[in-house]
C-alpha cells in the first residue's frame, strides 16, 4: 500500500534561512512523488515532481527536492525562504494516478 | 498546464439540499478527478471521472452522495447531495497532464462549501 508522512505539521523560518519540509513515502511500486502548494483561498500549485529521471529535482520559486530511496524520502528544500512563501505545503505519492496526499506543512516565515 | 475553473466558488446552503459543483478545463482531458478537503485537513479523493464511462469512487464515497457527469473531455459536474454541516469543506476537481505518463495534476481552485 501507498502512504506518505509529513513529518511536521508546522515550521517556522527566519525570513533569508534555509527550508527543509519533510516527507517520507511508503510505496510497493516505483512511486511518482510531489510537491503542492497551497496559498490561502487558492487552489493547489505544482512545485515540482519526481519520476524516476534525476533524483535531485528543482522546482519553481528556488525549490528543490532529492529522492533518496534508501531513506524513502522525498524532502523539499529552499536556500533562502522569503516571505510569499509562507503557505501549506503537500507532499503526494502517485501510482497510476491515485494520488495520495500528506497531512500538510504549514510553513510561517518570521520577518 | 490546463486552466481551470469552478462554479461557484463558494456557497452557503442549507442541510438537506443539494449542490452542484461545475468544473470546466480550457482543453481536452480524459481523467477528471474530484477531491474533497475537510476544514484544517487534507486532500482526500472522492472520484476519478472519465468521459463515457462511470465515475470510480474511492472508499467511504458513494454515487447517491456524491453523483458525478462527465458529458465531455472539457467539463464535470459533482453533486453534493442531501448536505449536512459535516459536508462543509473545500471541494477541488483536478485534471491529468494530458502528455502521456506525466501522472501530473492540475487543480482548479476549489469551492468552499459552507453546510447550516
Known amino acids: 500500500a501507498q502512504s506518505v508522512t509529513q513529518l511536521d505539521s508546522h515550521v517556522s523560518v527566519s525570513e533569508g534561512t534555509p527550508v527543509l519540509l519533510r516527507c517520507n513515502y511508503s510505496?510497493?511500486?516505483?512511486?511518482?512523488l510531489f510537491w503542492y502548494v497551497q496559498h490561502p483561498n487558492k487552489g493547489l500549485q505544482l512545485l515540482l515532481k519526481?519520476?524516476?529521471?534525476?533524483?535531485l529535482v528543482k522546482g519553481i520559486n528556488g525549490f528543490e527536492a532529492e529522492f533518496k530511496k534508501s531513506e524513502t524520502s522525498f524532502h523539499l528544500t529552499k536556500p533562502s525562504a522569503h516571505m510569499s512563501d509562507a503557505s501549506e505545503y503537500f507532499c503526494v505519492v502517485s501510482v497510476y494516478y491515485k494520488y495520495i496526499f500528506g497531512t500538510g506543512t504549514r510553513l510561517k516565515v518570521l520577518a | 498546464s490546463a486552466v481551470i475553473s469552478q462554479k461557484p466558488s463558494r456557497d452557503i446552503c442549507q442541510r438537506g439540499t443539494s449542490l452542484t459543483i461545475q468544473c470546466q478545463v480550457d482543453s481536452q482531458v480524459t481523467m477528471m478527478f474530484w477531491y474533497r478537503q475537510q476544514p484544517g485537513q487534507s486532500l482526500t479523493l472522492i472520484a476519478t471521472a472519465n468521459q463515457g464511462s462511470e465515475a470510480t469512487y474511492e472508499s467511504g464515497f458513494v454515487i447517491d452522495k456524491f453523483p458525478i457527469s462527465r458529458p465531455n473531455l472539457t467539463f464535470s459536474t459533482l453533486t453534493v447531495s442531501n448536505m449536512s454541516p459535516e459536508d462543509s469543506s473545500i471541494y477541488l476537481c483536478?485534471?491529468?497532464?494530458?502528455?502521456?505518463?506525466?501522472?501530473?495534476?492540475?487543480f482548479g481552485p476549489g469551492t468552499r462549501l459552507l453546510v447550516l
Open positions: 510505496s510497493s511500486y516505483s512511486p511518482s
Open positions: 519526481y519520476t524516476s529521471a534525476a533524483t
Open positions: 483536478s485534471v491529468e497532464d494530458a502528455r502521456a505518463y506525466q501522472e501530473t495534476q492540475y
